[in-house]
């Protein structure tokens, strides 16, 4: 057992996970989907939220009861979400800037590395929070500044490696592309393979450093861009990943109630064990991931970085397929784009 989700509360711990699940695919959509929708969610939304925190942690500086006692201060004050929230926030705001070409950025080659650059970023904020809970407390246990009692120790340092790993797992840097009406931003080369590795990493982190929250954040929210990106949606995983992570840290900094302290929080087990078996497996996954992908850069004789190394595999093509420039294919052989709405959504 992973988690705690069991007695009178299962149900509604049940039913927050599909809320969010559901909620997160849906969102996102929209998002993708519209011009307007997009920048809503990653320009408006983002402005109006800063203005909110800044206004919180002024009114605490000055000891204003209705800050020292809001929820965002007191529940979620660490160094940690607010750079992800905003870390996740710009890669959205990056990633818009390629599919639509705004201005010279936009439409430049030396920026369509911007996406490697700015998930290694994330990831590399994960992994220093893993490292800092090992150094903190290596073979016992800390309080973080939220309140959470964390385990520190071969744990956090199995999932960092598997992290730095990760990011070495980045392929193809500059083969990003735009899809027809130019809804994703592709990355053709972020196959099965390197997806799978991440979720496994990123969940593991959740499950180390965040325990009252990797219900949500490293189950739903993995699962959301993943899904997408499998059944309806090829080649944009990394664009379904930020904003769902954006959207998901924009929800959980201002209604922190929701998982920490309400019928829908639900706790891990909080077990050193379970997280060091959950932390092996993720950084044999990641290991498994660069060999493999070292095969067939040597088989193909290319720099993985500089170029693309998944070319010919199933998941390359359809993505490729899905690209504005792509030639048209017969009816019956035509790859469902994601310009169409899935079902169900």
């Given at each position: 057992?992973?988690?705690?989700?069991?007695?009178?509360?299962?149900?509604?711990?049940?039913?927050g996970w599909a809320m969010v699940f559901i909620g997160l695919i849906l969102i996102n959509e929209v998002a993708r989907r519209s011009k307007i929708g997009g920048t809503i969610c990653f320009i408006g939304v983002p402005i109006a939220l800063t203005a909110y925190f800044v206004a919180i942690y002024a009114g605490a500086a000055a000891g204003a009861d209705w800050a020292l006692?809001?929820?965002?201060?007191?529940?979620?004050?660490?160094?940690?979400?607010?750079a992800k929230l905003y870390a996740a926030t710009i890669g959205c705001i990056g990633f818009m800037a390629l599919k639509y070409r705004w201005g010279k950025i936009g439409k430049s080659h030396w920026f369509k590395c911007f996406p490697f650059v700015i998930v290694a970023i994330n990831i590399l904020i994960a992994v220093v929070s893993d490292f800092e809970s090992a150094l903190r407390a290596f073979g016992t246990t800390w309080v973080s500044s939220e309140g959470v009692t964390l385990y520190?120790?071969?744990?956090?340092?199995?999932?960092?490696?598997?992290?730095?790993?990760?990011?070495?797992?980045?392929?193809?840097?500059?083969?990003?592309?735009?899809?027809?009406?130019k809804q994703d931003m592709l990355w053709p080369d972020m196959t099965w393979v390197f997806i799978i590795a991440y979720d496994l990493w990123n969940f593991c982190y959740t499950y180390n450093c965040l325990p009252t929250h990797s219900f949500y954040c490293g189950l739903a929210l993995l699962l959301a861009p993943t899904v997408a990106a499998m059944l309806w949606n090829k080649g944009g995983w990394i664009q379904n990943r930020a904003f769902t992570l954006a959207i998901w840290c924009m929800?959980?900094?201002?209604?922190?109630?929701?998982?920490?302290?309400?019928?829908?929080?639900?706790?891990s087990v909080n077990n050193p064990n379970v997280n060091l078996v959950v932390s092996v497996i993720a950084l044999l996954a990641n290991v498994a991931a660069f060999a493999y992908i070292m095969y067939r850069a040597r088989k193909l004789k290319v720099n993985p970085y500089m170029n693309e190394v998944f070319v010919g595999t199933r998941d390359y093509d359809q993505a490729m397929a899905r690209r504005e420039d792509a030639p048209a294919l017969p009816q019956d052989s035509k790859p469902q784009t994601g310009d169409e709405a899935p079902q169900g959504a």
């Open positions: 057992m992973l988690f705690q989700v069991y007695g009178e509360n299962a149900l509604y711990q049940w039913l006692n809001n929820p965002t201060y007191v529940h979620m004050n660490s160094w940690f979400h607010y520190g120790g071969w744990h956090n340092v199995f999932n960092g490696v598997a992290g730095l790993i990760n990011i070495a797992c980045m392929t193809g840097w500059f083969g990003i592309y735009v899809s027809k009406k929800f959980a900094q201002v209604v922190p109630a929701f998982q920490d302290y309400s019928v829908f929080s639900v706790q």
